[in-house]
């Protein structure tokens, strides 16, 4: 989706409209992008940011539970007692609250180290029986960070983001080769359109363990439907056994 920019009222009604649309395509799980609430109106975050993410938490459950759909759902600013931090949210398609992961690396070239404070949790949870992790937009370029999590079970990685056109190469190439190199699905949700300073990617993808693309979109708003299957996973982690071929004694 694109993001109104430090308009959290209209963004509400942007994403009331595309879970209707998932519902209707019988969609089983959805992904949001970050920051969707407010974009990256950072100076404002004093007046706009959520208080304890509570109204977008409220919101989530009440989707979640009204389309039976889970929500991986995207971040939000969240004022908390620190700061403001850059939070995910994960509501199960029963209106629980599962998870809450803030991003743990924090952007300098787009200024986030002067707004927001930094994370200092994993993202592990768990839905339907499947462990599961969830990052924020810069975590990608952190091989270490999210291998960690697939060392602790994760099967399928999720990724919100606002990653600017600019560098739609190093996205596409980042997000296959986490899946490759974990074995592991990787389902990444960005953002289109623009704000005032920065014209954004798009390219939404979901990539299969073996580093095959199932599905990705263009540069414009769309829903991007694809089906996983993760029996995959340690299928294919029999054919290359790289996790049993380490060799962690001479890593550190």
């Not at 430090?6 to 595309?18: A, L």
């Not at 263009?218 to 089906?227: R, S, T, Y």
Request: hydrophobic share 40%; charged share 30%.
């Amino acid at each position: 989706m694109d993001i109104a920019f430090g308009d959290p009222e209209e963004n509400y009604k942007r994403v009331e409209k595309r879970l209707q649309e998932a519902a209707d395509n019988g969609c089983q799980l959805v992904v949001l992008p970050e920051l969707w609430t407010t974009g990256y109106d950072l100076t404002r975050l004093d007046e706009i940011a959520d208080d304890n993410a509570e109204a977008a938490i409220a919101f989530l459950k009440e989707q979640a539970q009204k389309h039976q759909l889970h929500l991986v759902g995207g971040s939000v600013a969240n004022r908390k007692e620190q700061g403001v931090e850059n939070t995910l949210l994960v509501i199960s398609k029963d209106g629980q609250l599962v998870k809450t992961y803030s991003k743990l690396h924090l952007f300098r070239l787009m200024e986030e180290e002067k707004f927001l404070q930094a994370g200092n949790e994993d993202g592990l949870f768990m839905l339907d029986g499947e462990q599961m992790a969830a990052f924020i937009c810069y975590d990608i370029r952190f091989p270490e960070w999210m291998r960690k999590h697939v060392l602790n079970g994760a099967n399928v990685l999720f990724v919100p983001a606002e990653w600017p056109l600019a560098r739609v190469d190093h996205w596409r190439t980042l997000l296959i080769a986490r899946a490759i190199e974990n074995q592991s699905y990787v389902v990444a949700c960005n953002r289109s359109g623009a704000d005032p300073n920065n014209k954004f990617a798009g390219h939404s993808i979901i990539v299969d363990p073996w580093g095959e693309v199932i599905a990705e979109a263009g540069e414009n708003e769309e829903l991007l439907i694809g089906e996983i299957d993760t029996e995959k996973v340690p299928e294919i982690r029999k054919r290359i056994p790289i996790f049993e071929d380490r060799r962690t004694e001479f890593y550190s």
